[in-house]
Every structure is written in structure tokens, then in C-alpha cells.
T-cell receptor, first 113, second 115 residues
Framework: EAQVTQNPRYLITVTGKKLTVTCSQNMNHEYMSWYRQDPGLGLRQIYYSMNVEVTDKGDVPEGYKVSRKEKRNFPLILESPSPNQTSLYFC????????????FGPGTRLTVL | GQQVMQIPQYQHVQEGEDFTTYCNSS?????IQWYKQRPGGHPVFLIQ?????EVKKQKRLTFQFGEAKKNSSLHITATQTTDVGTYFC???????????????FGQGTILTVHP
């Protein structure tokens, strides 16, 4: 089944404790992206990757890191999480062109205390 | 940078009433996509519009792309309780530009349907 998977689905952590949210897709998509969703703000893009070893900032990249060492994986790293990073995070992927639909993962609900 | 504004933020309707959400971009778009997110779920792609003035229908849903390719709308005829959710529009960055990989979403319209 074609899908985007994320882990963990739920995470409660404390300020400053490094964490990684994994994202994997099995559709051989070149493009992958991370979004955060907050009430009233919709989906805001954090980082995206056009291909392996090619990443770029979205609209809200501060406090986040990403890497794209393999085509299928695009982990989101929070080196020192802060409470304002409490949010619902979605990973998404699509074929290369912006004319292709994006497929979203199930989401990761992160709480930083 | 590119901004995509969506209105209204909330819409409460009685089952059977129509519903429309509007999307406006600060820049001309190469295409616009619409997504639906059910409560507790993830966004799911509905449709993509590419041509100026394009109109597409999916059963009770009608999607329009403005002539100037800066605005779009989603209209649902005779809403049903299954239409409940948040509807988002999204527009890509300019092809060939530094923001090409970006996808900017509107804030979304939360639709509630009362039976």
C-alpha cells in the first residue's frame, strides 16, 4: 500500500531534550516536506527536500533541522525543543513537479513541556 | 513572500445548505490544490486546478480557478454530515524561482454541518 509513515504518532517531552520524528514513504517520490499545524494558522511548511541531499527552508524553519540521505526517509530533528514547538506535525511527499498531489502522513502530535 | 488567504475561517451550516470557501493568493499561481482534512485526520488531496478560469466538478463539489490565477473557490451543494472537516487551498512557489519547492497553504475553512 502506498503510504507515508511517521513515528512516533504522539510524543511528550521536556524543553531541551533532542528528538527526532521519522518520516518514510514507499512511493519513490523525489519531493518530501514537513509541516506544522496550529489552530488558526493552517499548515505551515518547515522544510522541504526536492531530492536526496537537497533540502531547503520553508516558511518556519527556525528550531528545526532535516536531512535527506535516502530517497524514502526525511527525518525532522529538534535539537533543543521549546514549548512553542508544541504542535501537530505532518510529513508529506509527492512526485517531483509541483503539479502533483501531495500525500500526507498520519501526523505526529508533539507536546514540549 | 507569497501569501494565501482563505475565508471564512469557520462556517456552520444546516445539512442541505450550500457552502463556499474562497482562496486568494498574493501572487499568480501556476496551479492551485485543494485538500480536505477530517477531524483528527490528515489532509487528503481533492483536486488540482491549472488553467485560467478552470472549473472542475466532483459530485457535489465545484472548484473554480480565477481568470488571473490568483484566486479560487470551492463550493459544496447540499452539504451532508460527511462533508464535515477543514478545507485547505494550497499554492506552489514560482517555477524556477528560489521558492519553487514551497507550498503555501491557506489557513483553512472549518466546516460544521448540523443534521
Amino acid at each position: 500500500e502506498a503510504q507515508v509513515t511517521q513515528n512516533p504518532r504522539y510524543l511528550i517531552t521536556v524543553t531541551g531534550k533532542k528528538l527526532t520524528v521519522t518520516c518514510s514513504q514507499n512511493m519513490n517520490h523525489e519531493y518530501m516536506s514537513w509541516y506544522r499545524q496550529d489552530p488558526g494558522l493552517g499548515l505551515r511548511q518547515i522544510y522541504y527536500s526536492m531530492n536526496v541531499e537537497v533540502t531547503d527552508k520553508g516558511d518556519v524553519p527556525e528550531g528545526y533541522k532535516v536531512s535527506r540521505k535516502e530517497k524514502r526517509n526525511f527525518p525532522l530533528i529538534l535539537e533543543s525543543p521549546s514549548p512553542n514547538q508544541t504542535s501537530l506535525y505532518f510529513c508529506a511527499s509527492r512526485l517531483a513537479s509541483s503539479y502533483n498531489e501531495q500525500f500526507f502522513g498520519p501526523g505526529t502530535r508533539l507536546t514540549v513541556l | 513572500g507569497q501569501q494565501v488567504m482563505q475565508i471564512p475561517q469557520y462556517q456552520h451550516v444546516q445539512e442541505g445548505e450550500d457552502f463556499t470557501t474562497y482562496c486568494n493568493s498574493s501572487t499568480t499561481l501556476s496551479n492551485i490544490q485543494w485538500y480536505k482534512q477530517r477531524p483528527g485526520g490528515h489532509p487528503v488531496f481533492l483536486i488540482q486546478l491549472v488553467k485560467s478560469g478552470e472549473v472542475k466538478k466532483q459530485k457535489r463539489l465545484t472548484f473554480q480557478f480565477g481568470e488571473a490565477k490568483k484566486n479560487s473557490s470551492l463550493h459544496i451543494t447540499a452539504t451532508q454530515t460527511t462533508d464535515v472537516g477543514t478545507y485547505f487551498c494550497a499554492g506552489p512557489g514560482v517555477a524556477g524561482g528560489t521558492s519553487y519547492g514551497k507550498l503555501t497553504f491557506g489557513q483553512g475553512t472549518i466546516l460544521t454541518v448540523h443534521p
